[in-house]
């Protein structure tokens, strides 16, 4: 299955460089080197992957990022940055991004971070049935998460998260192996982007973020899933 990626960088050489890596490995590749123009695209065509640079000129990344985040939860977002500070990286994760590359990068990099994200899809289209605990509902066919029968709008990282913590209920689950599961390798990943997440996760299900029910913290260990019937 070929799958289309909308790839917006404004620094043409990058751009181009990255869209002929992509095309050698049968990826379906829109580019466009400002945020508004890859919205007006976005109207015409459908798109499963972004590839998105922060430091664009007028709508900078991020801002992008947030608007096809609402508009679109279950596409997969890179994000290619000069920035290398962590806040800047966290500001991204905590935007609704699913992965990150600093530059410079190797091309062979972001394609093994896109063909990673490209696994998961395809696993979760051959996923045809449920996971229900309790209150929460997962339909793994659509990537839809429910609490209470309410719609739960998730990331593809959120809900690759929530899924592993579910599937695994009750037990301890370390950092490393929520990354290697989710992101698909557990090498050049800060794992405090766990928690970045899990911190989004918890505002959106528990009644008390700070003082959660179920998305537990393991101090020096990782997390649980806790649920008592």
Not at 212 to 228: A, C, D, N, S
Request: hydrophobic letters at 40%; charged letters at 35%; a negative charge.
């Amino acid at each position: 299955m070929s799958y289309r990626v909308l790839l917006v960088e404004d620094e043409a050489a990058i751009r181009k460089f990255v869209k002929i890596n992509l095309v050698k490995e049968g990826y379906i590749v829109s580019d466009f080197p400002s945020a508004e123009e890859a919205l007006e695209a976005c109207k015409e065509e459908s798109f499963d992957i972004a590839v998105l640079d922060i430091m664009l000129e007028k709508m900078d990344g991020v801002t992008l990022l947030k608007i096809l985040r609402e508009v679109y939860p279950n596409m997969a977002i890179i994000m290619l940055t000069a920035k290398s500070e962590d806040i800047d990286k966290i500001n991204a994760f905590e935007s609704g991004a699913d992965d990150y590359l600093s530059k410079p990068f190797n091309p062979k990099e972001l394609i093994l971070r896109i063909k990673s994200i490209s696994r998961r899809l395809i696993a979760d289209k051959k996923e045809e049935k449920e996971i229900v605990l309790g209150k929460f509902r997962i339909d793994l066919n659509l990537k839809d998460f429910y609490l209470n029968d309410e719609l739960i709008e998730l990331t593809p990282t959120e809900f690759g998260i929530i899924k592993y913590l579910i599937e695994n209920a009750n037990k301890l689950v370390k950092r490393k192996e929520i990354v290697k599961t989710v992101w698909g390798y557990d090498y050049l990943m800060d794992t405090k982007l766990v928690d970045v997440n899990i911190s989004r996760l918890r505002k959106k299900i528990e009644k008390d973020p700070s003082n959660p029910e179920h998305l537990k913290t393991i101090w020096g260990e990782g997390f649980t899933f806790e649920y008592k019937e």
